[in-house]
C-alpha cells in the first residue's frame, strides 16, 4: 500500500490519505530496512575511520559510487581479529538500520574479514613501513644472543608441539633452565597475551624467586597468513622492540614472516632452530674443550723443551767456573800469606800504647783522684742540706698562710649553719601549729558535707513531700499505687507527715452471693 497518493480529484489538495508523525515515518522505514536487510556481508573500501574515547568503532564502506556509514560497538570491536583500517578492502558482516537522529541508514558490523590475501598483504606492507620509519627494526638496536644463557623464557601454548620440540631439542644439546609463559598463539587473544608475556619476563628483578630469563623465545607453528595475523599487530612489535632481554623469534616455518621477526633481536626459521641458536652443542663443547687441553699440554711441553735448549746454548757460550775461580784463588793465597806478618806488627803496636798508658797509671794519681771526688760529694752534701732546709720554710710559711685563711672560714660556715638551723626550727614550729589545725579544720569540712547530704536526702525524701499533702496508703503492708490494690487489700493504713492511721479490716464475700456488701469509696 502507498502511504502517498497524489490522484486525488485535485492535485495538491488533502484526500483521504492518512497523516503520520516523524517518528512514524522514522519508525516505519526502520522497520522495512531491517526486515528486508537482516544480516548481509557488504564488500568495500575503508574509508574515514573514528575511534572515540567510548571505545565504539565509526567506519566508511565505499566503492567507486556509494558510501554506507558502518558502526561496531565497544563489544564487537574487541571480538574482531582484524582491525578495518583507512584504506584497506573488507568484507563487513552485519545488519542494516537507520539512525532516525540524522535521517540516515547505516551498518552495524558484527566481524570484519580482509577481502583476500592481498588486502592483508597490503595492511601488512603498510604496518611495517610505520614501524621502520619509528626505526623499531634498525640493527642497532638488536642485542647479541647470550652463549649459553643460565635460563632460558619460552612464549608459546603449553599444549602444542612446539614446546615439545624446544624442550627435546635443549634437552639434546645443553639443558638449560627453561621458564614456559602460557599464551594464546592464535585468535583474538593472542596479540594481548603475548605482548603481556614479554612485558612479564622483563619484569622480573635479577636475584628474586623466580629466577630472570637470559634469553626469550617466542615460538609457533606454521599457519596461515590469518592464523599468524596477531604475530603482526603492532603491541606484540614494540613489546619485541622494547625487550631488555634477547629475544629470538620462531614463528612459523621458514616461509612465514611476520613483523615479530623484523623487531626480534635473531629470527628462526623454526622452533628447533630457535633451541639450537639458543645453545651450543654440550659434547662438542666438551671435545673442543679437550682439544683446547690437548694444544695447551703440547705447548706447554713444547715451551719447556725450547726454554731448556736455548739456556743450555746460552750455557755453552759462558767460561768454565775453574777459569773464573783461578784469579781469586790466587789473590786470596797473597792475603793470606800477609795476614801473619800484619798481625804481628799490630800486636807489637798496640802492646807499646798499653805500657805508656801502664806508666802514667802510679798510686799518687789514684789518691789524688779520690780526694777530688771526695771534695765534690762534700760540696754537694752542703748544697743539698741548703735546698732543703729552704723548701721546710717555704712549705712552713704556705702552712702559716692556709691557718690563718681557715679560722675565718670555719668561722663563717659555723655562723651559716646557725641561720640555717633557726630557720628551720621556725619553718618547723609553723607546720606544728598546720598539724594541729588540720584535723579540726578536716573534721569541720566533712561536717559540713554530711550537713548538706543529709538535707539533699530529707529534700529528696518522700517525708517532705508528705508535708505538702501527700499521704502513703498501705494495704496489708504493701505500698498501694492505686484503687484496684486498695479494693484488693483486707487492711489499709494511710501514712501522713504526723503518723499513721489505720483502717479496719473489710467483711469477706461469699462466694456466689447474689449482693456485694457496699464500701465506702477512700478517695
Not at 639443558?175 to 597475551?193: D, K, N, S, T
Not at 662438542?284 to 674443550?289: F, I, K
Not at 504493701?478 to 483486707?490: D, F, L, P, S, W
Request: hydrophobic fraction near 40%; proline fraction near 5%; aromatic fraction near 4%.
Amino acid at each position: 500500500m502507498d502511504m502517498f497518493d497524489d490522484t486525488g480529484p485535485e492535485a495538491g489538495q488533502p484526500g483521504n490519505q492518512p497523516e503520520y508523525t516523524v517518528s512514524e515515518l522514522s519508525g516505519a522505514v526502520k522497520r522495512v530496512i531491517e526486515g528486508e536487510f537482516g544480516l548481509v556481508r557488504v564488500r568495500g573500501e575503508v574509508g574515514r575511520v573514528s575511534r572515540p574515547a567510548s571505545g565504539h568503532l565509526y567506519f566508511d564502506l565505499k566503492d567507486d559510487r556509494s558510501v554506507i556509514a558502518a558502526i561496531s560497538w565497544k563489544g564487537q570491536v574487541a571480538k574482531m581479529q582484524v582491525r578495518p583500517e583507512e584504506g584497506m578492502e573488507v568484507v563487513a558482516t552485519g545488519r542494516m538500520t537507520t539512525f532516525p537522529g540524522q535521517s540516515k541508514y547505516q551498518l552495524i558490523v558484527e566481524d570484519v574479514a580482509p577481502a583476500g590475501a592481498g588486502a592483508l598483504m597490503a595492511m601488512l606492507e603498510k604496518r611495517r613501513a610505520a614501524l621502520q620509519a619509528e626505526g623499531l627494526f634498525e640493527a642497532d638496536r638488536k642485542r647479541p644472543i647470550p652463549y649459553l644463557p643460565g635460563v632460558i623464557g619460552v612464549v608459546t601454548s603449553p599444549s602444542g608441539a612446539v614446546i615439545r620440540d624446544i624442550l627435546h631439542r635443549l634437552r639434546d644439546r645443553f639443558p638449560r633452565h627453561v621458564l614456559i609463559w602460557p599464551v594464546a598463539v592464535q585468535g583474538q587473544a593472542c596479540a594481548a597475551e603475548v605482548a603481556a608475556a614479554i612485558r612479564g619476563f622483563n619484569a622480573i628483578a635479577p636475584g628474586g624467586p623466580i629466577p630472570r630469563p637470559d634469553l626469550l623465545i617466542v615460538a609457533r607453528g606454521g599457519g596461515s597468513l590469518e592464523d599468524l595475523w596477531g604475530f603482526n599487530e603492532e603491541i606484540v612489535v614494540r613489546a619485541a622492540a622494547a625487550s631488555d632481554i634477547p629475544l629470538i623469534s620462531a614463528v612459523g616455518h621458514e616461509t612465514d614472516t611476520t613483523l615479530i621477526d623484523y623487531a626480534a633481536d635473531r629470527r628462526a626459521p623454526t622452533p628447533t632452530a630457535a633451541a639450537e641458536m639458543a645453545v651450543p652443542v654440550r659434547l662438542e663443547l666438551l671435545a673442543s674443550n679437550d682439544a683446547l687441553a690437548a694444544r695447551l699440554s703440547r705447548a706447554l711441553a713444547q715451551g719447556v723443551a725450547l726454554r731448556g735448549q736455548r739456556l743450555r746454548d746460552l750455557g755453552r757460550a759462558l767460561p768454565r767456573a775453574d777459569t773464573l775461580l783461578t784469579g781469586p784463588v790466587q789473590r786470596l793465597d797473597t792475603a793470606a800469606g800477609r795476614l801473619s806478618g800484619a798481625l804481628s806488627i799490630a800486636v807489637a803496636k798496640k802492646r807499646g800504647v798499653y805500657e805508656r798508658s801502664a806508666g802514667r797509671m802510679r798510686p799518687e794519681a789514684l789518691l789524688s783522684l779520690i780526694t777530688r771526688r771526695g771534695d765534690g760529694v762534700a760540696s754537694a752534701g752542703q748544697r743539698l742540706g741548703s735546698a732543703q732546709g729552704r723548701r721546710l720554710e717555704r712549705a712552713r710559711d704556705r702552712a702559716e698562710a692556709l691557718s690563718a685563711r681557715l679560722a675565718p672560714a670555719l668561722a663563717r660556715m659555723i655562723g651559716d649553719a646557725q641561720r640555717e638551723t633557726t630557720k628551720g626550727k621556725g619553718r618547723l614550729a609553723d607546720l606544728g601549729l598546720r598539724l594541729d589545725a588540720a584535723p579540726a579544720q578536716r573534721l569541720s569540712a566533712l561536717s559540713q558535707r554530711l550537713e548538706a547530704l543529709d538535707r539533699t536526702r530529707q529534700t529528696l525524701g518522700y517525708g517532705e513531700t508528705l508535708r505538702r499533702g501527700y499521704a502513703v496508703v498501705r494495704g496489708d503492708g504493701a505500698v498501694v499505687t492505686g484503687r484496684a490494690g486498695a479494693e484488693k487489700a483486707t487492711l489499709l493504713e494511710i501514712e501522713f507527715h504526723d503518723g499513721r492511721l489505720s483502717l479496719g479490716a473489710k467483711p469477706a464475700t461469699k462466694k456466689g452471693s447474689a449482693k456485694r456488701p457496699e464500701q465506702g469509696s477512700l478517695f
